[in-house]
């Protein structure tokens, strides 16, 4: 009350902060950073360790478990997870919740290079790096020519390219993808090499000792001092071919004579289709606190720049912009909200029929929305997907506090009051109840900032958005709304059927109203509801007609008050729970996004190139599928990353050869995803058969809520057994076949790669007078290359850049197990070969080793289509089940999004419980009575089963929007019903009589009540409709909204003044104080009040 005396003496005062407010929240509009999603900070730490040619087996024994043994060492580490690949191990490390990750990374860092003497020699340092949802790429930078081959450009783009981001402050890209490291290539002849009894390993000495990096010194001749470079590192390539490979013999031969050397690349390892062509394209992505559409927009503009420092015939072009999608969503939630406010405003209109009144309503929206983006700026909170949608669910509330402040005041200007005396009534007589209001909604939220994980990082953002714009909401209703009424307002004529009021019989002090003129006010009310309000013809307004009516209807039921009431608890309390277990359950809600990403696998093993004709076919198909017109953009990476580029699978896993990844961008082609899939996975399955599809996220909060699972179903399979894993993992995929709507079912892992084992003879070998040495560096050489045996530089002095120098034998000279066998094991002679000490036999091998912690794992996958998540984890777990009591040692675990689901969903519940509960302690505070503030709760379960029906009818899932529509919900409800309930238990404790105060307070609370209720009902409309973009997301708020409001305002005017008249019939009007000096306590001693003495 102070706060509202305060504004109605110095409104000026007033003025000024409501326009530093809007001022600075502008100022806060255009510097807040704009992203999809919320800051995340999941506590998640990568580490890729590369080492060129070692098989998943060696990546697990050498790498995998020696950091496993040092992690224990490590403080906050919550689990462990590593990926053995051919060349790679990949460990995901993810800490408990507020865990300092600066130091988590710093002590990683340290104990990775206290154990670096325990790897293989010349194992290089590992990288370290955090990596969350602000890590995920945001588009593509896609390099195109028509003249130049992948190589090159995969150079152009590490060399001039990326060097570039580092003027694009938040900018962050791992190694392009598409091309090969370029490497001075010395290309070697097996036949020309057997001829000159040489083995490959001797030409890589001759390159070693002929190709060295050396400091200079310096020479001080006279007055000057002279630096003495030298050339030990050979200028040109071509220069390569001249080397001497045998040092002190007459034998006048050259590198040149059995092999070729050239300007070329590493082996190929994996292929960047852009629309079917051979490109190379670089991830983008951005560091976590900054802005995706700042650090897009930065990239756009420097894109011309970047464009002028490459060869005319490249191009530069930037695709599946994501920063498109952020735009867009904020531009389409802020359509939604202004709609929202306009529809808002018709709705006080309509009910007050007051223009000036309906202008003061709204002009406290936009203040209360702007206001609020300026303290979600100062809390370091960014806009959003969340607070996007928490400013949009605000402006449906906001309207609360303005409007009952406006009814009230009219309803005191129709008591004949003079205006300036109407309005501070009015404002000073719903002051507590608006007050406690707002801490009801709030407390709904509070959970926000106990839940941990991905629903708190989701949750908060929208908390916040909420909270501060209602909070400057009330305290603009307070200051604001006072003031601009007793400008903007006029008065009323006096009403005829009230008694008159002096200003001396209104006389009002600090505290308020005195009790003669509060028994004044009550008779007033009184007059007011029982009035037959005519209007200035005569006529009866259509409101009243509807509040007549409404009064009829409520004397009708006030009768069965206990048969009603107790109809409505237990019908509606069952039915709440009937649809919450009926309806569908998910996370997120579905898009039906134009963006789709497929993983493609073809027979574990299959070599690059078939791999790359496949994926071409696929492509082909898409476009006889939906027309090439309809293909906006596709992007296909086939095959596995080059070793040197180790961090490029953490953003993007590829297991081997035999896979290949699309993401793929339809324009104008409508349809339901999930049927496109369907009619799509068909299609392959005729034309390539022995071909697995998998469809993976592509939206990046899909991404996120996966927790970097590929699948939304996805199960762990843990065991020191790896064929008792594979046993188990098998079943689950026939059984999961089974079921109708799971889709892509398959083990994740390619357990089954073909190999050529090499089984040498150690004695055989010792008595050829060859050792394990020789013969390794050798076949090495010839399979792949070495580099993985021995580092050797050039430097382009040009470029002033160096590269690796590698020996290897051409992919077509080593196509055969003959060819295999021939290869020269020792120096100097023509035998032995390869097969004189080894046997070389056809079989297999596990093409990935995952662990937990130390335990071997893999996984089955699987997609879903035409249901929701919630009944496919059901299954998923009644599968488990059924295969009966699981072996000592094996754990069978849903992973992945089935996980978040179940965590997410019962910290949902968990927190609305909470925050009920703390709503009813502040109740039973205010209200100093436990029956009360139940009364007033039994409104929630008609919340929970309106917005669970209004989802169903939607075809709507319960989800993380639709959740927080319920709890707002919740909120409003509970709001209402403090408004009814405060005003019926005052007039219980002056009259004495329940049933005919809560009549009385029903029809006093008719017009704030729904006006409230249809305002924010309006307000919800546009968003509950969800066009534009990001609508598919945010819809299932506003339709839970909508559901929850309809039927607990009618759960509010009908049921809760029949439940506050059964409840409170036989309850004492007395105070529960325990003061003996306190007047209204049944413990009231007068003797001691010295002013009754007298």
Not at 35 to 53: Q, R
Not at 152 to 157: G, K, S, T
Not at 416 to 422: C, E, H, I, T, Y
Not at 527 to 535: F, G, I, K, L, S
Request: aromatic share 8%; net charge neutral.
């Amino acid at each position: 009350m102070n706060l509202i005396r305060f504004a109605l003496r110095k409104p000026i005062s007033i003025l000024v902060l409501v326009a530093g407010l809007f001022f600075f929240g502008i100022g806060a509009i255009q510097d807040i950073k704009v992203d999809i999603l919320p800051k995340m900070n999941l506590p998640v730490i990568y580490i890729a360790h590369p080492f060129g040619g070692y098989t998943p087996d060696q990546m697990e024994a050498y790498f995998a478990k020696t950091y496993v043994n040092i992690l224990p060492f490590a403080n906050g580490v919550k689990s462990v997870e590593t990926k053995n690949i051919q060349g790679l191990m990949i460990m995901k490390l993810t800490y408990y919740e507020n865990t300092n990750m600066a130091q988590a990374a710093a002590e990683l860092s340290s104990l990775s290079n206290r154990i670096q003497a325990a790897f293989p020699p010349g194992t290089q340092p590992p990288f370290i790096i955090r990596f969350d949802a602000s890590s995920l790429p945001i588009g593509q930078l896609v390099l195109s020519s028509k003249i130049r081959s992948n190589n090159e450009l995969q150079d152009l783009a590490n060399v001039y390219v990326r060097a570039s981001f580092t003027s694009i402050p938040g900018l962050l890209s791992p190694a392009p993808f598409g091309g090969s490291p370029r490497t001075i290539e010395v290309n070697v002849d097996p036949d020309l090499l057997r001829s000159h009894n040489m083995t490959p390993d001797q030409i890589v000495e001759a390159i070693r000792i002929n190709n060295q990096t050396a400091p200079s010194g310096n020479v001080r001749m006279g007055d000057v001092n002279y630096i003495t470079p030298t050339n030990n590192t050979i200028k040109e390539v071509k220069d390569f071919e001249n080397i001497p490979l045998f040092k002190g013999s007459v034998q006048n031969l050259k590198l040149g004579d059995v092999a070729t050397v050239k300007d070329g690349a590493d082996i190929t390892q994996g292929y960047a289709l852009v629309n079917g062509k051979r490109s190379v394209y670089i991830s983008i992505a951005k560091a976590g606190d900054a802005s995706t559409w700042d650090v897009v927009q930065k990239l756009k503009a420097e894109l011309p720049k970047i464009q002028s420092t490459l060869p005319e015939d490249v191009k530069l072009s930037y695709e599946f912009d994501q920063s498109v999608y952020v735009i867009n969503s904020v531009k389409s939630l802020i359509t939604e909200g202004i709609i929202g406010a306009v529809l808002t405003g018709l709705m006080v209109l309509l009910f007050l029929g007051d223009r000036r009144a309906a202008l003061i309503v709204i002009l406290t929206i936009p203040i209360s929305i702007i206001s609020g983006v300026l303290f979600l700026k100062l809390f370091g909170q960014t806009i959003n997907l969340m607070s996007l949608s928490g400013l949009a669910l605000a402006i449906g509330i906001l309207v609360d506090e303005s409007t009952v402040t406006i009814e009230n005041i009219h309803q005191h200007l129709d008591m004949g009051k003079p205006k300036a005396l109407a309005i501070w009534d009015a404002c000073q007589e719903i002051a507590l109840p608006k007050l406690l209001i707002l801490l009801c909604i709030l407390a709904v939220f509070a959970p926000a900032f106990t839940m941990v994980g991905i629903p708190g990082a989701l949750f908060l953002p929208l908390a916040l958005a909420i909270g501060f714009s209602m909070v400057i909401s009330f305290l603009l209703s307070q200051t604001f709304v006072p003031v601009m009424a007793n400008w903007l307002m006029k008065g009323h004529e006096k009403h005829a059927h009230g008694p008159e009021i002096t200003d001396d019989e209104a006389e009002f002090n600090d505290c308020g109203l005195t009790p003669e003129s509060e028994k004044d006010l009550i008779t007033q009310k009184k007059a007011y509801v029982e009035r037959d309000d005519t209007n200035n013809n005569g006529k009866i307004g259509a409101f009243e007609r509807f509040r007549i009516r409404f009064m009829r209807t409520l004397d009708r039921l006030f009768p069965y008050k206990k048969i009603t009431a107790l109809v409505y608890l237990i019908g509606i309390t069952v039915l709440a729970v009937v649809f919450i277990n009926f309806i569908g359950k998910d996370v997120f809600p579905k898009v039906n996004s134009s963006q789709f990403q497929l993983r493609m696998r073809a027979p574990d093993g299959t070599r690059l190139e078939r791999t790359e004709e496949k994926a071409i076919i696929v492509l082909k198909e898409l476009q006889k599928m939906v027309g090439k017109e309809h293909i906006g953009i596709s992007s296909v990476y086939v095959g596995q990353h080059p070793s040197l580029f180790s961090i490029n699978p953490i953003y993007l896993f590829m297991a081997g050869s035999h896979e290949a990844v699309f993401q793929v961008s339809l324009k104008e082609y409508h349809t339901d995803m999930d049927d496109f899939k369907d009619d799509f996975r068909a299609r392959i399955k005729k034309v390539l058969p022995d071909v697995k599809l998998s469809f993976e996220p592509i939206e990046l909060t899909d991404k996120v809520l996966s927790q970097g699972s590929p699948t939304p179903i996805e199960v762990r399979i843990a065991g020191k057994d790896k064929k008792r894993n594979e046993l188990y993992a098998t079943q689950i995929v026939e059984k999961l076949k089974k079921i109708s709507y799971f889709r892509d079912v398959q083990i994740g892992q390619p357990i089954h790669y073909p190999a050529m084992n090499i089984d040498i003879d150690r004695t055989r070998a010792a008595e050829l007078g060859v050792d394990m040495n020789d013969i390794s560096r050798s076949l090495v050489a010839s399979t792949s290359s070495s580099r993985y045996t021995e580092k050797n530089t050039w430097v382009d002095e040009r470029a002033g850049l160096s590269y690796n120098v590698q020996v290897q034998v051409p992919l077509n000279k080593m196509k055969s197990k003959t060819d295999i066998g021939e290869i020269p094991v020792l120096k100097n002679s023509l035998r032995p070969v390869l097969s004189d000490v080894a046997k070389i036999t056809p079989g297999f091998v596990s093409g990935e080793n995952d662990n937990l912690g130390a335990m071997p794992y893999i996984t089955v996958t699987a997609n879903i289509s035409q249901t929701d998540l919630g009944t496919a984890v059901k299954d998923v777990d009644a599968t488990i089940n059924s295969l009966g009591e699981l072996p000592r040692g094996l754990f069978i675990t849903p992973i992945g999004m089935s996980k978040v689901l179940v965590e997410t969903l019962s910290s949902l519940q968990v927190g609305l419980l909470v925050a009920i509960f703390v709503i009813f302690l502040m109740l039973a505070a205010n209200f100093q009575s436990f029956k009360v503030s139940l009364v007033i709760l039994t409104t929630v379960p008609a919340v929970v089963l309106g917005a669970l029906l209004m989802l169903t009818i939607t075809g709507s899932t319960l989800n993380l929007q639709s959740y927080m529509g319920i709890i707002m919900s919740v909120g409003v409800s509970i709001a209402n019903a403090v408004l009814l309930v405060t005003n019926a238990e005052q007039l219980r404790k002056r009259n004495g009589n329940a049933l005919e105060s809560a009549r009385e307070a029903a029809a006093l609370r008719l017009r704030p009540i729904i006006m409230t209720s249809v305002a924010m009902i309006a307000g919800m409309l546009p968003m509950a409709i969800g066009h534009g973009e990001g609508g598919d997301q945010v819809s299932p708020l506003g339709r839970a909204v909508i559901g929850g409001l309809l039927f607990s305002t009618f759960a509010v005017l009908l049921i809760l003044p029949l439940i506050f008249a059964w409840a409170q019939e036989k309850t004492t009007t007395q105070s529960v104080s325990l003061d003996p000096e306190d007047e209204e306590s049944i413990h009231y001693i007068s003797s001691l009040n010295p002013k009754n003495e007298k």
